[in-house]
């Protein structure tokens, strides 16, 4: 089988098509034909080296969502069966031709619906769930999305109005996607760049991180909330949180799947419903062979995307 990995951090251009024997599944594990996988930021930042701890042990595969069909099961595996399409979560592992992928993260691919659609949809879908459950809009309050265009953020977007939110920010690298975002039924697009993002909102939901954090974390009125989900880290001004009655609260998609399992069900049959009827577009910005992988990650780093970057082995 091919994969993609890296032997040294860098850029795009470190990765490299490998021949490899298939992988095993072990206990709680699937082995999936990949159909579709996912090309996400804190892939790219950990083939940078810039994940928790200073980036992945070496060599190493980026990894974060597949969807496929299962060829193998693990011995304990009970809920699947040879022949299914899945979507999961892999969080590594992923750029390649067979996966494995934990059968507690994997949900089944409705009839009719593709792969890439699968990808495009479930995780980013599934973060701007979280992150809107975790901040817990009223219906009467004001969000600001940072990385709106983004896979998760551009979905963040459409849930947000979805759910009542009455104003809804969009702030992005570049005004070039306003047209886009505002398609999408955001209210105001603002550019990071911008000296003021308007008004102060309610919540902030905070995709990006790093050198942004401090502006995000401003751009909250008194008593707001701020949900953190990014792999960009950043620095926290203590004084702000204690000046304005703010807060900040971490969330990532392993420990919420795993803990709040019900509630991953629920958001992922609510994600199909909400697509199945039109009410929720998960855009596809390309689709790229496994083969130029570096070219997808480029795609990223230049933040030109506008939804989804998919590989198709």
């Known amino acids: 089988m091919r994969r993609v990995r890296f032997h040294s951090y860098g850029g795009p251009d470190v990765l490299r098509v490998e021949e490899a024997e298939p992988p095993v599944p072990g206990p709680g594990e699937l082995l999936v034909r990949t159909e579709a996988i996912g090309v996400t930021l804190p892939c790219v930042r950990r083939v940078r080296g810039d994940g928790k701890g200073g980036g992945d042990p070496l060599p190493s595969m980026p990894g974060g969502e597949i969807a496929g069909e299962i060829v193998a099961l693990g011995p304990d595996v009970t809920d699947f069966t040879v022949g299914d399409r899945v979507t999961s979560l892999t969080f590594k592992g992923s750029y390649t031709e067979l996966a494995l992928a934990p059968a507690t993260l994997a949900r089944r691919i409705p009839d009719g619906a593709s792969a890439v659609q699968a990808v495009a949809l479930v995780r980013g879908g599934q973060v701007a769930l979280a992150a809107l459950s975790t901040a817990a809009p009223s219906g009467t309050e004001s969000v600001l999305i940072t990385g709106a265009a983004s896979a998760t953020g551009h979905l963040a977007v459409q849930l947000a ?86 807060t900040v609260t971490g969330l990532t998609m392993r420990r919420f799947a795993t803990v709040h399992r019900e509630r991953y069900e629920r958001h992922h049959a609510q994600l199909w419903e909400l697509a199945g009827s039109g009410r929720l577009h998960a855009a596809v910005h390309a689709e790229l062979p496994l083969a130029d992988a570096a070219k997808a990650h480029a795609i990223i780093e230049a933040r030109a995307n506008l939804g989804k970057v998919v590989l198709r082995p």
């Open 161 to 246: 109005k979805l759910q009542g939110v009455p104003r809804v920010v969009a702030a992005v690298s570049s005004a070039a996607k306003a047209e886009f975002l505002y398609g999408l039924g955001a209210d105001e697009v603002v550019t990071y760049d911008q000296d003021s993002w308007g008004e102060p909102v309610d919540i902030v939901l905070d995709g990006v991180g790093g050198e942004l954090l401090p502006r995000a974390l401003a751009a909250l009125a008194e008593g707001g909330r701020l949900i953190f989900f990014n792999s960009g880290g950043g620095t926290v001004p203590a004084y702000e949180l204690l000046a304005g009655s703010k």
